[in-house]
């Protein structure tokens, strides 16, 4: 029964990121097929043209290599976002895309940002972050297979090796910066560390050594009271 519970939770974890990336892939079909450039539509930083490209430019790629670069992480990623952080997924997701393309338009250099690697690396960064910060075990494992897995990602965040290869690292910074900010803000949301049966017992034991004074207030005898037993030793 659990395992086909966990079936049905990944199945329907899938759906979100399926459906992004599904957006990335048509609109790059539309692209090809009839010979189009949405690039207009990305983000023109401090301009009122380049607005709409705060939701729009993560759904909009340069190539088809760029696309495929964000596929696998966004199915990934977006799915252990949506398993293990389910009741707060779609706030994270959310503001993740909006955040991500606010920063990047007051930010970034003159020119067109385009792609989801801004909410890529905001993911990663969330998912990197927050299971060390709920000291979870099995979220420390997925931020552990996060770092193995995307852990290079950080060489997109130095400025001189993203422009040499014609990448908007701001897009990058502000995913960076926001996943970090988003683990911190919801650590109290969403799963959170299991507390085992003898970690219970040590609160017990704790709660009841706690009950007793320390011997600084044990209060000094009465010294009226007070009966001095002298005993001699015989030599």
């Known amino acids: 029964m659990e395992t086909q519970d966990e079936k049905r939770l990944l199945t329907s974890s899938l759906i979100i990121p399926t459906i992004l990336v599904?957006?990335?892939?048509?609109?790059?079909?539309?692209?090809?097929?009839?010979?189009?450039?949405?690039?207009?539509?990305?983000?023109?930083?401090?301009?009122?043209?380049?607005?709409?490209?705060?939701?729009?430019?993560?759904?909009i790629h340069g190539d088809w290599h760029h696309l495929f670069a964000n596929t696998v992480p966004i199915l990934v990623l977006g799915a252990s976002l949506y398993y293990f952080y389910r009741p707060i997924a779609n706030k994270i997701l959310l503001i993740l895309m909006f955040s991500t393309g606010l920063i990047t338009w007051c930010m970034a250099r003159s020119g067109v940002h385009i792609g989801a690697s801004g909410l890529v690396y905001g993911l990663t960064f969330f998912l990197m972050l927050s299971g060390f910060i709920r000291r979870d075990r099995k979220l420390i494992i997925i931020s552990l297979i996060v770092v193995f897995l995307y852990g290079s990602l950080v060489w997109g965040l130095y400025p001189k090796y993203a422009i040499e290869n014609?990448?908007?690292?701001?897009?990058?910074?502000?995913?960076?910066?926001?996943?970090?900010?988003?683990?911190?803000?919801f650590k109290k949301e969403g799963p959170q560390r299991e507390e085992y049966i003898w970690e219970d017992e040590d609160d017990d034991n704790d709660s009841d050594t706690n009950d007793d004074k320390p011997y600084w207030d044990v209060p000094e005898p009465d010294k009226d009271e007070l009966t001095v037993v002298y005993r001699f030793r015989k030599k």
């Open 22 to 59: 599904a957006i990335m892939w048509l609109v790059k079909i539309i692209e090809t097929v009839f010979d189009l450039d949405f690039s207009f539509l990305g983000i023109k930083p401090i301009s009122a043209e380049g607005l709409p490209g705060i939701l729009l430019f993560h759904f």
């Open 166 to 185: 014609n990448i908007s690292w701001e897009g990058h910074l502000a995913g960076f910066v926001m996943g970090i900010v988003l683990a911190i803000y």
